[in-house]
Nanobody, 121 residues
Framework: QVQLVESGGGMVQPGGSLRLSCAAF????????MGWFRQAPGKEREFVAA????????YYSDSVKGRFTISRDNAKNTVDLQMNSLKPEDTAVYYC??????????????WGQGTQVTVSS
C-alpha cells in the first residue's frame, strides 16, 4: 500500500516560515517527479511546486516563486517544501503528490492526507 505522509504544517504570522515534509512508503519515486499542491477553502486544488527525479529541475507557480523552495532526498524517499515570507493568501491545506505527470491534479497518482498551513496575525 502506497502512502504519502506529510508533516510540518501549522500557524505562522505573515512574513514567517514553515517547512513541510513528505515521506513516501510502499514504493519509491526516485525515478519520477514529486511535488506539492494546495487547496484553500472554496477554491480548486492548485499546483505549487514540483521537482524532477534527480532534483536538478524545479518548478514553481508564479504565486510562490522566490519564496518557496522544493527539495528531495531519494535515499530517504522524501520531498520537502521550505516556505518563507509567508502571506495570508498562502493559507491552505497543502498536499504532497507523486508522481507528477503534469502540473494538473489529474496528473497525480498518489496524494498525502494534507497538512494545514495558516498564515495570520
Amino acid at each position: 500500500q502506497v502512502q504519502l505522509v506529510e508533516s510540518g504544517g501549522g500557524m505562522v504570522q505573515p512574513g514567517g516560515s514553515l517547512r513541510l515534509s513528505c515521506a513516501a512508503f510502499g514504493r519509491t519515486f526516485s525515478s519520477q517527479a514529486m511535488g506539492w499542491f494546495r487547496q484553500a477553502p472554496g477554491k480548486e486544488r492548485e499546483f505549487v511546486a514540483a521537482i524532477s527525479w534527480s532534483g536538478d529541475s524545479k518548478y514553481y507557480s508564479d504565486s510562490v516563486k522566490g519564496r518557496f523552495t522544493i527539495s528531495r532526498d531519494n535515499a530517504k524517499n522524501t520531498v520537502d517544501l521550505q516556505m518563507n515570507s509567508l502571506k495570508p493568501e498562502d493559507t491552505a491545506v497543502y498536499y504532497c503528490a507523486a508522481p507528477l505527470r503534469t502540473w494538473s491534479p489529474q496528473g497525480v497518482d498518489y496524494w498525502g492526507q494534507g497538512t494545514q498551513v495558516t498564515v495570520s496575525s
